[in-house]
C-alpha cells in the first residue's frame, strides 16, 4: 500500500499507480534498526511493532523513536486549524434537533459522547476517560444545559490533544494513547488549564452573571502553582476554550442561546456576577501555544515511562477498555 496516498500497488511495482510515489518494500526497525520484509507488523529481530497503524502497548509509546518525533514536532497554524476542522467535521452532518432547549444542547454534545445521567454524587457532572459525558438530571435544565456544555468543552480538548499526538506519531487513536492523554490533562497544572478551558466554554452560552468558575477556583485554591506559572495555564486554557468557542457557534447559534436565557428564567435562576472577573481574553499566539503544548507532552512523555507511572496508566487503559 502507497504510504502517501493509501493506493493498493501489486508487489512488483516500484512506484505507486496512482500518485507516483517510490514505494518502500522493506521496513527498517525504529528499535534495533533491523531490515524487515514489507508484509512484517513486527521486527523478525527485536518483535517491536514496525509502522504501527495505532500504538498497541506502552513500550512503544515511551520509545526513543516517538520521544524523538515528540521533540522535533512542529504544526503549522494551517495544519492545526485542519486538526480543528477534522474534529467537528462531524457536526456539520447532523442537525441540532429537539423539542427543548435542553434536548438540542444534549443533541449536539451526543454527535461528540453519549450523554447519559447520573443520579448520586455532588458533581454536577464528568466526562468518562474521555468516552462519555454524565450529568446530574436531579439539576434544573438550565444548569444541565450549562454542565454538558462544560463537559462537551472537557471532551474536545480531550480530542484535540488527541489527535495532535495521533498527527505527529502518524497512527491512529487506541486505548494506550487516550491512556496518556487522560494522564496528562489529569496532572495538577494540566488539570487547572482543562478546567478553565470548560468553564470559559460553558461561561460563553449561559447568559451574563451565571459563570461559575467553582471547580476552577478549588483547584487554585490547593495548588502549590507559583502565580506566573497559573497565569500560563489560565492563558493556555483561554487559548483552547476560544478554538472551542469558534465552531461551536456554529451550532449553539444566536437563536439557541436566546433559548437557553429563557431557561434560565423560566429557572429562576438567580445570577452571581464573583466569576465574571474571572474571564480574561489574555492569549498566546497559536505557534507558540502550540510549540508549548508539544514541548510538555514531550516533558510528560519522558517522565512517565517509570514503573510507577506505568501502573497508573495501565489502570487508566484499564478504564478505557471497558467502559
Known amino acids: 500500500m502507497c504510504d502517501v496516498c493509501g493506493t493498493f500497488n501489486l508487489k512488483e511495482n516500484n512506484y505507486c499507480t496512482h500518485c507516483g510515489n517510490k514505494l518502500i518494500t522493506e521496513h527498517i526497525c525504529s528499535f534495533c534498526g533491523e531490515v524487515n520484509p514489507d508484509y512484517s507488523t513486527h521486527c523478525t529481530h527485536c518483535l517491536k511493532q514496525i509502522n504501527p497503524i495505532t500504538i498497541d502497548d506502552f513500550d ?53 459522547a453519549p450523554c447519559k445521567p447520573k443520579s448520586r454524587g455532588y458533581e454536577r457532572g464528568y466526562i468518562f476517560f474521555g468516552n462519555c459525558i454524565y450529568y446530574d438530571d436531579r439539576l434544573d435544565d438550565s444548569v444541565q444545559i ?13 480530542n484535540i490533544i488527541e489527535s495532535l499526538l495521533c498527527d505527529i506519531f502518524k497512527v491512529n487513536t487506541s486505548s494506550t494513547l487516550q491512556s496518556f492523554v487522560w494522564y496528562f490533562l489529569t496532572l495538577p497544572k494540566f488539570k487547572i488549564m482543562n478546567e478553565y478551558c470548560a468553564h470559559t466554554v460553558e461561561g460563553r452560552f449561559i447568559p451574563y452573571g451565571y459563570q461559575n468558575y467553582g471547580s476552577f477556583n478549588y483547584l487554585v ?33 444566536e437563536d439557541l442561546r436566546q433559548e437557553i436565557k429563557l431557561q434560565y428564567k423560566m429557572d429562576l435562576k438567580s445570577p452571581n456576577y464573583d466569576s465574571i472577573f474571572i474571564e480574561t481574553s489574555e492569549m498566546f499566539p497559536l505557534n507558540a ?35
Do not use: C, P
Open 60 to 112: 512503544i509509546l515511551f520509545s526513543e523513536y516517538n520521544e524523538n518525533l515528540l521533540l522535533d514536532a512542529k504544526i503549522s497554524d494551517y495544519e492545526y486549524n485542519e486538526l480543528l476542522s477534522n474534529i467537528f467535521l462531524r457536526a456539520d452532518y447532523v442537525d441540532v434537533y429537539g423539542d427543548t432547549t435542553k434536548s438540542k444542547i444534549f443533541s449536539l454534545a451526543s454527535v461528540f
Open 221 to 253: 485554591e490547593n495548588t502549590s502553582l507559583d502565580d506566573e506559572s497559573l497565569k500560563s495555564m489560565m492563558m493556555f486554557g483561554n487559548n483552547f476554550a476560544n478554538e472551542i468557542i469558534v465552531y461551536l457557534e456554529k451550532y449553539i447559534d
Open 146 to 158: 450549562a454542565t454538558v456544555i462544560h463537559e462537551l468543552a472537557h471532551y474536545i480538548l480531550f
Open 289 to 323: 501555544k502550540n510549540s508549548a503544548i508539544i514541548n510538555s507532552l514531550y516533558d510528560v512523555l519522558k517522565e512517565a515511562s517509570d514503573s510507577e507511572t506505568r501502573k497508573e496508566l495501565e489502570f487508566i487503559k484499564e478504564g478505557i477498555e471497558i467502559s
